[in-house]
């Protein structure tokens, strides 16, 4: 994830769930909002990841399963990215690891 760490998809997603963490909801969906005008064509992963975050799971499967129809590189780490820890016990996630062609976990 080096590359990442000074990309702005990866930077602004981060920066939602912490601002999310600390009880500044507003300010994380204005994040969010951001991040969707400025990166929402190559961010989808990340979009999803923060939406997981934020205990939105309906936002973050539509943005997840946007990233498969893109093929965003961020899909690989599906399985081991803890902002998704929330969707795992959701039927959709077991979907979305089947339509990858990856085991359950």
Known sequence: MAEWSTSEVF???????ALHDLGRAA?????????????????????????????????????????????????TGLKHSPMLRGLRSDPRYAALLRKMNLPPD
């Open 11 to 17: 930077k602004l997603s981060r920066q939602a769930a």
């Open 27 to 75: 300010e994380a969906q204005r994040l969010l909002d951001e991040l969707i005008a400025r990166h929402g064509h190559e961010g989808a992963f990340q979009i999803g990841e923060a939406y997981a975050w934020f205990g939105q799971l309906d936002k973050a499967f539509e943005w997840l399963d946007w990233a498969y129809v893109q093929r965003d590189g961020g899909l």
